[in-house]
């Protein structure tokens, strides 16, 4: 059965990805530690390896909540610990009388580092605290070069995985039926809006699905995939819970608040 056939054609590269992971652990009897997943990779890892009789695949990000998290694949006999992971939090304070911090800076104060996506997990902003989950091999470099953002000097330390803020942001979920799984009709169902508005918005590249920009109303949706709307905020495809008798899809939709 061909595998491909039950994931975007833009999915392949990273189902390629993990079936050299699969395979790497196969032949050398030796776990593998992959760098941070976004849902709808935990999503596609997880049905890639599937029940495999020789090994066993965990998830983590720093706490049971977190969205992003590294994945560890192993033989089946071996035991994994949240040490295993190699998961830093590096935690800054700030004035914020005087200054506002959202996710979207500190995330850009890491792009402007060279960082890549995939070597950060959250980024949570509570009250006057960031907090940087990482690849432990990056707290020094952070620790030394992020020293600010938007021009307010910073100071970041590793802080025990024990002291992660839990993130501020809050899911308002609801379930409905959709008539069928294309991009506009599935936010149409989560923005109550008319089919037309949110066929404009995506052929005005207002809409990404999972950190990428999607112009083609008729995009399939997947269950795990992100929506960010431009001035609309972020909303999730959680669950597809199969059809109703009238051929609908029943869906778990979540809006960030």
Same mark, same amino acid.
């Given at each position: 059965?061909?595998?491909?056939?039950?994931?975007?054609?833009? @999915?392949?590269?990273?189902?390629?990805?993990?079936?050299?992971?699969?395979?790497?652990?196969?032949?050398?009897?030796?776990?593998?530690? !992959?760098?941070?997943?976004?849902?709808?990779?935990?999503?596609?890892?997880?049905?890639?390896?599937?029940?495999?009789?020789?090994?066993?695949?965990?998830?983590?990000?720093?706490?049971?909540?977190?969205?992003?998290?590294?994945?560890?694949?192993?033989?089946?006999?071996? &035991?994994?610990?949240?040490?295993?992971?190699?998961?830093?939090?590096?935690?800054?304070?700030?004035?914020? /009388?005087?200054? @506002?911090?959202?996710?979207?800076?500190?995330?850009?104060?890491?792009?402007?580092?060279?960082?890549?996506?995939? /070597?950060?997990?959250?980024?949570? $902003?509570?009250?006057? !605290?960031?907090?940087? %989950?990482?690849?432990?091999?990056?707290?020094?470099?952070? &620790?030394?070069?992020?020293?600010?953002?938007?021009?307010?000097?910073?100071?970041? /330390?590793? $802080?025990?995985?024990?002291?992660?803020?839990?993130?501020?942001?809050?899911?308002?979920?609801?379930?409905? !039926?959709?008539?069928?799984?294309?991009?506009?009709?599935?936010?149409?169902?989560?923005?109550?809006?008319?089919?037309?508005?949110?066929? &404009?918005?995506?052929?005005?590249?207002?809409?990404? %699905?999972?950190?990428?920009?999607?112009?083609?109303?008729?995009?399939?949706?997947?269950?795990?995939?992100?929506?960010?709307?431009?001035?609309?905020?972020?909303?999730?495809?959680?669950?597809?819970?199969?059809? !109703?008798? /009238?051929?609908?899809?029943?869906?778990?939709?979540?809006?960030?608040?």
């Amino acid at each position: 059965m061909d595998i491909y056939q039950h994931f975007r054609k833009e @999915e392949q590269a990273f189902i390629d990805q993990a079936l050299a992971w699969r395979d790497e652990v196969e032949q050398t009897y030796q776990r593998k530690l !992959t760098d941070f997943l976004d849902p709808r990779e935990q999503i596609i890892l997880s049905s890639v390896i599937g029940n495999h009789p020789d090994m066993n695949l965990h998830f983590f990000g720093g706490d049971d909540k977190t969205e992003r998290k590294r994945a560890i694949l192993a033989p089946f006999y071996e &035991e994994i610990h949240n040490e295993d992971f190699d998961i830093v939090v590096l935690q800054s304070q700030f004035a914020r /009388k005087f200054v @506002e911090i959202t996710h979207r800076d500190v995330l850009g104060a890491l792009m402007s580092l060279g960082i890549k996506r995939k /070597k950060a997990g959250d980024l949570m $902003v509570v009250d006057d !605290t960031v907090q940087i %989950v990482a690849d432990k091999e990056l707290a020094t470099f952070l &620790e030394l070069h992020l020293t600010g953002i938007k021009k307010t000097r910073l100071h970041f /330390k590793s $802080v025990p995985l024990d002291e992660m803020k839990p993130s501020p942001e809050q899911w308002q979920t609801k379930e409905g !039926t959709v008539s069928s799984l294309r991009l506009d009709t599935v936010m149409k169902e989560i923005y109550n809006l008319s089919r037309n508005k949110t066929s &404009e918005w995506i052929q005005k590249g207002y809409v990404k %699905v999972n950190h990428r920009v999607v112009e083609d109303p008729s995009f399939q949706m997947e269950e795990g995939d992100m929506i960010s709307v431009r001035k609309k905020g972020r909303s999730k495809l959680i669950q597809i819970s199969g059809q !109703t008798k /009238k051929e609908k899809w029943r869906i778990l939709t979540g809006v960030l608040k």
